[in-house]
């Protein structure tokens, strides 16, 4: 019902950036809010970044708190997501997500309902 893709991953070194890219497609329409997640090895997929799909509303775990941005473009269907001074702490599988609820909270995994497949972050120290 809702593909998501996303791009942008690579490697970079401490201090640097990268820019995220998640492409939505199928029925957007019913999307409330867009989450961005990492996993780390032998971790468990923790909460980046969400927003809300159509007011914009954004929060962020504090651990990349004044370092990442959440955006995204309704024109493009693309969620972004900006980080910058990147640690090598940061390194993981970035996935973003999709919620159709409203109700729901927006930090547990399970709050979402579709999931894009993954793309690598590795920062060097």
């Known amino acids: 019902q809702v593909q998501l893709v996303e791009s942008g991953g690579g490697l970079v070194q401490a201090g640097g950036s990268l820019r995220l890219s998640c492409a939505v497609s199928?029925?957007?329409?019913?999307?409330?809010?867009m989450g961005w997640f990492r996993q780390a090895p032998g971790k468990e997929r923790e909460f980046v970044a969400t927003?809300?799909?159509?007011?914009?509303?954004?929060y962020y775990a504090d651990s990349v708190k004044g370092r990442f941005t959440i955006s995204r473009d309704n024109a493009k269907n693309t969620v972004y997501l900006q980080m910058n001074s990147l640690k090598p702490e940061d390194t993981a599988v970035y996935y973003c997500?999709?919620?159709?609820?409203?109700?729901?909270?927006?930090?547990?995994?399970?709050?979402?309902?579709?999931w894009g497949q993954g793309t690598q972050v590795t920062v060097s120290s």
């Open positions: 199928g029925r957007t329409f019913i999307i409330f809010r």
């Open positions: 997500a999709a919620d159709r609820d409203y109700s729901s909270g927006y930090v547990r995994t399970y709050e979402y309902d579709y």
């Open positions: 927003i809300n799909w159509s007011a914009g509303n954004t």
